[in-house]
């Protein structure tokens, strides 16, 4: 319950200030026009829009997914989150602001992708959306303890897409095999050890970010 209601705060914040979805808003503006026109008339193979798509989605959660914490620090609200909620009530409720986040955010990111690439074709579709909930989930998971281990550092506009490169790295090339396989349309039997990555590496991301990060909050 409590986790829920610090989700509804972080929520109703950001509808206040929309800092995180302003950014995001540009970020994917301004990202898919600058490919569009790069194009121009050229044909690009559908490998390749793939591809695209992912590192749009990567460089986007780097812009926008940043202030889960931040913003905490930044108000001085720090202690009062300390003291009226367990830091696994804390944690989720960040989490769940960011999950909601980032698929809203990757869901419109793909839709600009099926509308404005003519060679963006997926076969299988089932695959690609299992992929692409699984990927969404990581992405959330990754970024939430990232934000708060930043939190509590001095650099904390150049420190966070350090660290996230090397985390979220396995993630995204595991992402873009599936897509790749999608695009040829293999079902998800054919690509369940992929699968089976994309869902270890979420299971481990959760289970990690909640064992540490009463020490990171405390710290």
Known sequence: MKAFSLFIKDWKSELRTRYAINALAMFILVTISVILFSIGQEKISEYLTGGLLW???????????????VSEEERGTTLTLQLIASPSNIFSGKLIFNVLLVFLMNLVIAFLF???FESFVIKSTGLFWLSFLLGNLGIAVS?????????????KGTLYPVLSFPILLPLILTLLELTKFAIDGETIGDSYVELFVLISYDVIMLTASYLLFDFIWKE
Do not use: E, W
Not at 55 to 69: C, D, E, N, P, Q
Not at 143 to 155: F, H, V
């Open 55 to 69: 590192v749009v989605i990567f460089f986007s959660a780097m812009s926008g997914l940043s202030r889960a914490f």
């Open 114 to 116: 099926f509308i404005l």
């Open 143 to 155: 970024s939430t303890i990232i934000a708060a281990i930043i939190s509590k550092a001095n650099s």
